[in-house]
């Protein structure tokens, strides 16, 4: 697989340029809504989907293609249902904060035996249980800190893979070139 990614260098580049732009339009826009981050999410996984794939099929790697051909699917029901797409993204970030606050105070539970300031761990646990059911009972109101956060990802990811890119095309060039 080292072997396919170093040769699609390029398709990789072009996932993080996505990402960055991406990215950027999600801090620029910061009243953007739910449905059009969706929107602009979906066509993301469009291409992303569609480069992984050349990726995945130049270099023989299955594991590449499945992931394109994921996010392809992923990207047609989002443009398809994007109400059902925004609905599902701010239930999972409340699932998952009310679950992990019940896993902190499960931890700080067991922790009582071997430290004293255990109470840190439990205010966490609490404000995370806390921020899930205020989150499910109203998902507008956390629009902006999702579209805030998917940006911060999006420039985080698609930096580290445009540099990764970079860094491939480099070692690449080098191996051609190779010592005199």
């Known amino acids: 697989m080292g072997s396919s990614v170093t040769v699609s260098w390029w398709a990789l580049a072009i996932r993080g340029v ?8 999600a801090f620029a826009w910061t009243g ?15 291409v992303d989907g569609a480069f992984a794939i050349v990726a995945g099929i130049r270099g023989g790697s299955w594991l590449l293609t499945l992931e394109g051909a994921l996010g392809i699917v992923f990207g047609i029901i989002a443009l398809w249902r994007p109400g059902i797409a925004a609905v599902a993204i ?6 998952w904060a009310i679950l992990s606050g019940l896993v902190e105070l499960g931890a700080a539970y067991l922790l009582r035996r071997v430290v004293a300031n255990e109470f840190l761990l439990v205010v966490a646990g609490l404000l ?8 499910a009972i109203n998902p507008s109101a956390g629009v902006v800190t999702i579209v805030w956060l998917f940006g911060a990802y999006m420039l985080f990811f698609g930096a580290l893979a445009l540099a990764l890119a970079l860094r491939l095309r480099s070692s690449r060039a080098a191996r051609v070139v190779g010592p005199v």
């Open 32 to 46: 953007i809504t739910l449905l059009v981050l969706i929107a602009l999410f979906a066509a993301y996984l469009l």
């Open 90 to 95: 701010v239930f999972l970030i409340a699932v």
């Open 18 to 25: 996505a990402g960055i732009l991406l990215g950027i339009a």
């Open 128 to 135: 995370s249980i806390v921020f899930g059911i205020l989150l």
